[in-house]
């Protein structure tokens, strides 16, 4: 439509044009002047048609331009807060699972050590590991079902990022506190390596815990 406009308000800059030179031709000639006139005000008017259409579409286009704008700008809004109150929620969570993570942690680590201390000569870390499993398959469970909420809660955040907050904070801590989780509820490795991994993971969280509790 704008670039029928645009034509037409050339084609009246012509239209004048031509209509003003006939214009002159009648008055030096001395004839009537009412056809060159009329072409004058049809050219004048085919401009000022397409002007006013072309203002009424800038209009228009101005008016949909500033209705997206604010679409956008309540969207993201709207995205910011649910962020934030994800981010909150995801605290919370992260807290309790890496106090009880810990403490299962601590627990794994004591009672392998008591079972290599009262080892006989048939010992078998196998036994042992599951045995320490099954005493602890309700913290186990709750871990579990903690990580996933947790993993439930970055999915959130990461569809309602919009850069204003560090998304990349929370990532790290997800995957440390995965790390740290798996550790404890999937026993692995020997006794020494789990000791070394489980003070390095639980160090790791602490450290996240601390970067995402600071955006608050």
């Known amino acids: 439509m704008e670039t029928f406009l645009s034509l037409l308000f050339f084609l009246g800059i012509i239209v004048v044009v031509v209509g003003a030179i006939l214009f002159f031709i009648d008055y030096a000639q001395k004839r009537n002047k009412k056809k060159s006139l009329i072409i004058i005000g049809v050219g004048i008017i085919m401009g000022i048609v397409s002007l006013g259409g072309i203002s009424l579409i800038d209009q228009h286009n101005a008016a949909i331009a500033e209705a997206q704008q604010q679409k956008i700008a309540k969207l993201k809004k709207e995205k910011n807060k649910k962020f934030k109150d994800t981010a909150s929620e995801y605290l919370a ?96 490795g020997s006794y020494s390596s789990f000791g070394t991994d489980f003070s390095n993971a639980d160090d790791a969280v602490s450290k996240s815990f601390k970067a995402i509790s600071s955006t608050y």
């Open 93 to 188: 969570e992260y807290y309790i699972i890496f106090g009880k993570a810990e403490d299962l942690g601590n627990t794994i680590n004591k009672s392998w050590g008591d079972s290599i201390e009262n080892s006989s000569a048939d010992y078998d870390v196998d036994k042992v590991l599951d045995a320490i499993e099954a005493k602890n398959s309700s913290k186990i469970t709750t871990i579990t079902d903690g990580q996933s909420q947790l993993d439930t809660y970055l999915t959130t955040l990461k569809k309602n990022d919009t850069g204003k907050y560090n998304l990349k904070t929370y990532e790290t801590a997800n995957d440390r506190m995965s790390t740290l989780t798996t550790m404890v509820t999937s026993i692995s």
